[in-house]
């Protein structure tokens, strides 16, 4: 998964872990903050599947092993492709 800070256009890349029709949670290299918006785009391995394109508010940032953080964030819009 690719994500954007709509505010700074600051780009990074994740691993998606689990996704749920309210919610995702994914792990990244880049050290993100509770309470961020991004603009996220999950494309899935099938590639007649289209790519979810959404808007994401996280709400927890652990940090785990690798020198990575795991998120959770909420959906709160989905974008058109």
């Given amino acids: 998964m ?3 800070h709509p505010g700074s256009g ?3 890349t994740a691993n998606s872990i689990n996704l749920s029709a ?3 949670l994914f792990r990244t290299k880049n050290k993100l903050i509770a309470g961020a918006s991004l603009e996220i ?3 899935p391995v099938n590639p007649i599947t289209p790519p979810l ?3 994401i508010e996280i709400i927890r940032v652990v940090p ?3 020198d990575e953080y795991e998120a959770a964030a909420t959906i709160e819009g989905i ?3």
């Fill in 2 to 4: 690719e994500f954007t």
């Fill in 10 to 12: 600051a780009k990074g």
């Fill in 22 to 24: 309210a919610g995702i």
């Fill in 41 to 43: 785009s999950v494309k």
């Fill in 53 to 55: 394109n959404a808007l």
């Fill in 64 to 66: 785990v092993e690798n």
């Fill in 79 to 81: 974008k058109g492709a």
